[in-house]
Structure formats: structure tokens, C-alpha cells
């Protein structure tokens, strides 16, 4: 019996989403910081900004995570039990690891800083710091490594810079906020792709979400008046009972 188009069709919707899942948060930064207080603060600050953070609180626990996922950044406190944040430097430079190091310490002497530089440190926030400080040098570390590495993304028009989060189509700029941001740019790695609506609450709120909430369809409408609003083509598309895509229409 020859399968029916719409069962063809869900199950290569089904095999092209399990295929999408881990690539669709793009900014990943590992927190290895002791204090629970500070890594949380961090953490959220990071997550609202629309990056995928993973904590690890001591030294030899930040090395298996580091060694075993790609990160695009690492926050790292040099005063960690065990194996201290100096030695997890040392040992992932050894291994030829690129990934930029955001060192934090509360020794702010001259030589504790150049010790850090010297084992491989990329930046260095003494504590207490402002979150605001740690975002812009998180920032600048990124553009200065991935600058090559992860080009702009343009679909139609639109253009989506995944380091300063600029968005623009048509040339002209378009300001999203956090979320906005976060579901455009799922979306927008796979124009064409019909993203389901617990996929994309899972890659943008967390596994914390309430699947009875309407905060997906809420945010999508504000998302759809910024990138559609003037334009005869359109780009944001529901697709009923299944959930969301990018794709260039007429009308």
C-alpha cells in the first residue's frame, strides 16, 4: 500500500526537525565559576541575551564539558577548588583548544593579570563587576574569533549579523528584542524548515515552558509586523496545527 502524501510529508517534517535540534541555539558560552550566586547571576544575564549557557562549578568539571561540546566562549573564575581556573587554561590550550577565555577573579594585581594572559587568558574582569562589562567584553571576544567563522545570514532581503544580533532587511534596520531575536534566528538558519511549536518554546524559553501558553504566538505576531509590515512579500508563515516557517511568498 503506497503511503499517502500527508504521511510522507509528516514523516520527513519529522526526520528534518529531529535533524534541526542542535542547531538551533548558535551562541553557546560554559560558566565555570564556585560561587552559585555569581554563576546564576551570570547565567540568566547571558540567557536573556539570548545565549545557551551551560555552568560547571569546579575546575575538573568545566574541563569534561569544555573537551566534550563546542563552545563559542568560556567565562571562567581563576580561583576554583581543585584544578584552578590558571591550570584549566593551561590544559586546554595544550589541546590546542581556540575557544576565547574570559577570565574572572578577584585579584586585581598586575601580576595575577598577566598571569592569566600569559596561560592563555583572552580577557580579564576583575570582581565585583557589572554584568553590563561582562556582556561587552563576551561581545568583542566573539566578534574578534568568530568573525570569520560565522558569516552574516542573509534570506530575501534579510540580514542577521549572530554577533552584534544586527537585523535588517532591505538595508533597513529593524530592532527586535531578546526573543525576538532568538526565534528569528532559529528560523532564519533553516529558511524553509517548519518549525514545530515545542521546538522552538524548547530552544527559545527552555524546557520550563507552559505548552498551554500563548507567549509563542504572541511574540511571533510582534515578530511578523517588524519583518513583514510594508513589504508585498511576506517571510513569516504559520503553518496550522504544526507550527512556524521562514519562507519568501507573495501576498
Known amino acids: 500500500m503506497l503511503p499517502t502524501v500527508a504521511s510522507t510529508t509528516s514523516r520527513a517534517l519529522v526526520v528534518g526537525l529531529s535533524n534541526l535540534i542542535l542547531d538551533i541555539t548558535p551562541m553557546r558560552v560554559l ?39 563546542d563552545y563559542h566562549a568560556i567565562v571562567l ?40 594572559l600569559d596561560c592563555g587568558c583572552d580577557d580579564y574582569l576583575p570582581k565585583p563587576f557589572a554584568f553590563d562589562e561582562l556582556l561587552a567584553r563576551l561581545r568583542a571576544l566573539l566578534r574578534r574569533a568568530t568573525s570569520r567563522q560565522v558569516p552574516k545570514m542573509e534570506y530575501a532581503g534579510l540580514a542577521v549579523d549572530p554577533v552584534s544580533r544586527a537585523v535588517s532587511r532591505d538595508g533597513k534596520p529593524i530592532e527586535l528584542t531578546n526573543k525576538e531575536y532568538a526565534l528569528l ?64 511568498e507573495s501576498g
Do not use: C
Open 31 to 69: 560558566v565555570i565559576e564556585d560561587e552559585a550566586k555569581v554563576a546564576s547571576f551570570i547565567k540568566k544575564g547571558l540567557e536573556e541575551n539570548a545565549f545557551s549557557v551551560d555552568v560547571a562549578s569546579t575546575g575538573e568539571d568545566g574541563l569534561e564539558l569544555a573537551r566534550s561540546a
Open 77 to 116: 573564575d581563576l580561583m576554583l577548588p581543585g584544578i584552578d581556573g590558571l591550570e584549566v587554561v593551561r590544559r586546554l590550550r595544550d589541546r590546542r583548544s581556540s575557544v576565547p577565555v574570559l577570565a574572572l577573579t578577584a585579584r586585581n594585581t598586575l601580576e595575577d593579570r598577566i598571569s592569566g
Open 185 to 248: 534566528e532559529m528560523l532564519l538558519r533553516h529558511p524553509g524548515q517548519v518549525f514545530t511549536r515545542t521546538s522552538l518554546l524548547e530552544g527559545v524559553w527552555g524546557y520550563d515552558f507552559d505548552p498551554g501558553s500563548n507567549v509563542l504566538e504572541v511574540y511571533m505576531n510582534f515578530l511578523r509586523k517588524k519583518l513583514d509590515q510594508g513589504h508585498s512579500k511576506k517571510l513569516l508563515h504559520t503553518i496550522r496545527g504544526v507550527g512556524y516557517v521562514l519562507r519568501e
